[in-house]
């Protein structure tokens, strides 16, 4: 019996933080993340509602994935639902 482990690092005493993902035992990594879509209308309320500062405002808008904590604030705020959970 094989055990594959699938984790991520957070260095929290950085900011912004800074994710990395790993797996262990050749655990395949799953990407869980949030995307902004084409549907963008570059608004930029996603990039000021982001706690990291991580989102760069354009149309679409880009999430610099390194530094998202994941929270989800992003979603909640974009106006047109541009924000897809992966």
């Known amino acids: 019996m094989s055990i594959c482990i699938e984790g991520e690092y957070f260095d929290l005493g950085q900011r912004p933080i800074f994710r990395k993902s790993f797996t262990l035992g050749g655990a395949e990594a799953n990407a ?4 902004i879509e084409d549907s963008c209308i570059g608004c930029g309320i996603c990039a000021e509602k982001c706690p990291e500062l991580c989102i760069t405002p354009g149309s679409p808008s880009v999430i610099d994935q390194s530094h998202c904590l ?8 974009c106006p047109v639902q541009a924000i897809a959970k992966l």
């Open 32 to 35: 869980r993340t949030f995307l």
């Open 70 to 77: 994941r929270c989800g604030i992003c979603q909640e705020a």
